[in-house]
Structure formats: structure tokens, C-alpha cells
Antibody, heavy 117, light 112 residues
Framework: EIQLQQSGPELVKPGASVKVSCKAS????????MYWVKQSHGKSLEWIGY????????SYNQKFKGKATLTVDKSSSTAFMHLNSLTSEDSAVYYC??????????WGAGTTVTVSS | NIMMTQSPSSLAVSAGEKVTMSCKSS????????????LAWYQQKPGQSPKLLIY???TRESGVPDRFTGSGSGTDFTLTISSVQAEDLAVYYC????????FGGGTKLEIK
């Protein structure tokens, strides 16, 4: 079974950073780009960026450049998203999603990041 | 950027009824070279992540019940649920993937 297992909820202080993980299983990790998607409370979906696990190449939504950094560890089939200088606007659920090079066919369960002092 | 507009924002129906919801794009998502519409639909149940229902505007993902049908072309698309079940309670999102990625605002389906 193809699965994306995400790390648990995070409560972080304003100005801090956080690293969210997404462990892939059930398929060849390097064959599919991994996207990250933000869903603010009760709102729609925004793509943050994606990473090609094969070569580590990345592309970011202009809105999230400087905010998010995507990396992978091929040895553990895990993708990571680092978010820095967190504010209340970054409080959201963050999903990883497998990219078929078109639509997103498998999604992680989501990681809730809460920014609060 | 291609903008996606969904309507209605919410609707309530009784089990067994037929439901249609709309998604309109600000530019055509039909790619002329292959005549494919770069449009997907997702279902997000309460407390869950989005689940792929439909891609290429009308191709049902494996395992998706045939009561879900996607249709449309160019800028106007529809998701139809032929006979709504209680488990269809969810928010439905459209997604264009022709030019980068944008999602609609969602249609919330409630069961009376």
C-alpha cells in the first residue's frame, strides 16, 4: 500500500522554525516529485513547492520563497519541509502529496503547525 | 495565474438525491496538443486529507464509486454525485494543473 506518513503536530513560538517530515512507503521514492500544500484553518489549498527526490531539485511558489525549504533523505525515503521565522499566518495544516507530474494522487494525513507564544 | 471559482460554496441535500457542483477557471485548462483538460477533483472529509476522485476532468480514480462523475471542458466543469450517500459529507475541491497549480475555494456538501 502506498502511504505518506507525516510527523506529529507542532506547537512553536513566533520567530522560531519547524521541520515537518513525510515518510514514503509502498513505491519507489525517487520516481515521483513530492509536493507540499498548505491549508489554513477552514480554507482552501495552496501549493508551497516541490522537490524531486532523485536529484534534490526544488521549485517554490513565489509566495513561499524564503519561508519554506524542502529537502529529502533518500536513504529513508523521507521528505522534509523546514519553515522559518514563523508567525501566526503560518499556523495551518501542512500536507505532503505525491505528484504524478500532473495531479496529486496520494496525500499524507497532514501536520498541524500552531504558532503561539 | 489561473484562478478557480467553485459554486455553490455549500449545499445541503437528502440521501439519495442527485448533486451537481460547479468549477470555473479564469482561463482554459484544455491543452490543445493532447486535447486533455488539466482538471482534478478531490474530496476532503472532516478531519481528513484530500482524496483524489477525478483527474483529466472525467477519469475516475481507481476505487472511486461510479456515482461520482466529472464533466466539462475548457473553463467550465461539473462534479455530479448521482445518489448522495451519508458518507459523501465532505468539502470538494477542483484543481487545475495546466499552469502551476491552483485550487478552488471548495464546495461543502452537507446531508440533511
Amino acid at each position: 500500500e502506498i502511504q505518506l506518513q507525516q510527523s506529529g503536530p507542532e506547537l512553536v513560538k513566533p520567530g522560531a522554525s519547524v521541520k515537518v517530515s513525510c515518510k514514503a512507503s509502498g513505491y519507489s521514492f525517487t520516481d515521483y516529485n513530492m509536493y507540499w500544500v498548505k491549508q489554513s484553518h477552514g480554507k482552501s489549498l495552496e501549493w508551497i513547492g516541490y522537490i524531486d527526490p532523485y536529484n534534490g531539485g526544488t521549485s517554490y511558489n513565489q509566495k513561499f520563497k524564503g519561508k519554506a525549504t524542502l529537502t529529502v533523505d533518500k536513504s529513508s525515503s523521507t521528505a522534509f519541509m523546514h519553515l522559518n521565522s514563523l508567525t501566526s499566518e503560518d499556523s495551518a495544516v501542512y500536507y505532503c502529496a505525491r505528484d504524478t507530474k500532473r495531479y496529486f494522487d496520494v496525500w499524507g494525513a497532514g501536520t498541524t503547525v500552531t504558532v503561539s507564544s | 495565474n489561473i484562478m478557480m471559482t467553485q459554486s455553490p460554496s455549500s449545499l445541503a441535500v437528502s440521501a439519495g438525491e442527485k448533486v451537481t457542483m460547479s468549477c470555473k477557471s479564469s482561463q482554459s485548462v484544455l491543452y490543445s496538443s493532447n486535447q486533455k483538460n488539466y482538471l482534478a477533483w478531490y474530496q476532503q472529509k472532516p478531519g481528513q486529507s484530500p482524496k483524489l476522485l477525478i483527474y483529466w476532468a472525467s477519469t475516475r480514480e481507481s476505487g472511486v464509486p461510479d456515482r461520482f462523475t466529472g464533466s466539462g471542458s475548457g473553463t467550465d466543469f461539473t462534479l455530479t454525485i448521482s445518489s448522495v450517500q451519508a458518507e459523501d459529507l465532505a468539502v470538494y475541491y477542483c484543481h487545475q494543473y495546466l499552469s502551476s497549480h491552483t485550487f478552488g475555494g471548495g464546495t461543502k456538501l452537507e446531508i440533511k
